[in-house]
């Protein structure tokens, strides 16, 4: 008589059992995945909703701080809007701390124009190539603030692309055609006369009725005969 083979518990399981044990695995580990990145996706809401409220928060500092060096910057304290005083940031403490807020960017622009005020094109060029302009009026007078800069460095030719860039950035009537004249006078100036006359004609087509178009059309046709 044959005798019966008892199972080693060394021995690997079966292959069907070995199948659902691998399924199990499988499942689990997929689980976890799921469960890491659902976890990972919380952790980001999470943060942005804090980092939103701490800026919200910031920003609201920055607008209470700021008001000091603005009361100093409308009654031409150009130095002590930049420095500020005992107790009261100035632009340059505002912008260093708060410069990625909004109320702190706005400070950015209070500063470079600071810088205008006191005559350093530098400074200004270094702080108001930082601003972020918004599309609006505000962004075209920050642009041509820039553009004025480069104009008083004698850089003629990145003076007029930024007279260019205020009147493109909010589009209107009144300023844009101001800007675009600014522009082509600035090209001239580089010795870049083809550019200018562009701008010229760009005038007189686009804003006809502008008190720019007479000037433009005088310099337009004096440019034509440099061409």
Same mark, same amino acid.
């Given at each position: 008589m044959a005798e019966e083979q008892v199972p080693n518990p060394g021995?690997?399981?079966p292959p069907k059992a070995q199948g659902i044990?691998? %399924?199990?695995?499988?499942?689990?580990?997929?689980? !976890?995945?799921?469960?890491?990145?659902?976890?990972?996706?919380?952790?980001?809401?999470?943060?942005?909703?804090?980092? !939103?409220?701490? !800026?919200?928060?910031?920003?609201?500092? *920055?607008?209470?701080?700021? !008001?000091?060096?603005?009361?100093?910057?409308?009654?031409?304290?150009?130095?002590?809007?930049? %420095?500020?005083?005992?107790?009261?940031?100035?632009?340059?403490? $505002?912008?260093?701390?708060?410069?990625?807020?909004?109320?702190?960017?706005? *400070?950015? $622009?209070?500063?470079? $124009? *600071?810088?205008?005020?006191?005559?350093?094109?530098?400074?200004?060029?270094?702080? $108001?190539?930082? &601003?972020?302009?918004?599309?609006?009026?505000?962004?075209?007078?920050?642009?041509?603030?820039?553009?004025?800069? &480069?104009g008083e460095l004698k850089d003629f030719s990145k003076s007029a692309k930024y007279y260019e860039k205020a009147a493109d950035i909010h589009n209107n009537s009144q300023t844009s055609p101001v800007f675009l004249l600014q522009a082509a006078l600035s090209y001239e100036l580089a010795k870049e006369n083809d550019k200018a006359a562009k701008l010229y004609e760009r005038i007189l087509k686009e804003y006809p009725t502008a008190g720019e178009s007479n000037t433009a059309q005088k310099h337009l046709e004096r440019v034509r005969l440099l061409r």
């Open positions: 021995t690997e399981a044990w691998m %399924k199990l695995w499988n499942l689990l580990q997929q689980r !976890r995945v799921v469960n890491f990145i659902t976890i990972g996706i919380v952790i980001i809401v999470v943060g942005w909703v804090a980092f !939103r409220e701490y !800026r919200t928060s910031k920003n609201e500092e *920055c607008v209470e701080l700021m !008001r000091f060096a603005e009361a100093y910057f409308r009654q031409d304290s150009f130095e002590k809007a930049i %420095k500020g005083t005992l107790g009261a940031p100035g632009f340059e403490q $505002l912008v260093e701390e708060y410069g990625w807020t909004q109320a702190g960017n706005l *400070c950015r $622009l209070y500063l470079g $124009l *600071c810088y205008l005020k006191l005559n350093k094109p530098r400074e200004a060029v270094e702080v $108001l190539s930082a &601003y972020d302009a918004p599309d609006s009026y505000l962004g075209g007078a920050a642009y041509a603030a820039l553009a004025g800069a &480069y």
